[in-house]
């Protein structure tokens, strides 16, 4: 069973608390890649949002996260929790794995996305996280 169809079901019993969005970069383009090609993030967007059909996850296109030169890039992002952003993604088998990742993000209790269960991609790409606006500082 595909990740995005475990979610899917997941989705169906309503263990989703809450919606996450995935935003992927479409101006990304790989190392060496010719200015005027066809640029891969596009075609990472098209692949997340085909995998997010039937879940409660958004996918939405948006211009450079400043990751360029460790792209393909995307952010999961979700009210009151952390954002994270993730890197070296393959528009060929990496897109399952962010909605996967955001539908973990999604019904986190603590609003951190949780290393157990978490894609192995979401594990190795992780570039940053940050936290959410009402997060105290630290003592
Ligand atoms: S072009 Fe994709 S992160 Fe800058």
Known sequence: MALTDIARARDDESEVSTSAIVYVCITCRRAG???DAPREGMALARAAARAAEGTTVSVRRIRCLANCSRGLSAALRRDGAWTYVFGGLDPN???EALIEGA????????GLLPWVGRPDVLK???IARVP?????EEE
Request: charged content about 40%; aromatic content about 4%; glycine content about 4%.
């Open 124 to 126: 190795r790409g992780l």
């Open 33 to 35: 890649e010719p200015e």
């Open 132 to 136: 959410p606006i009402d997060y105290p």
């Open 103 to 110: 539908r973990l993000l999604a019904k986190s209790a603590d």
């Open 93 to 95: 088998k990496d897109a």
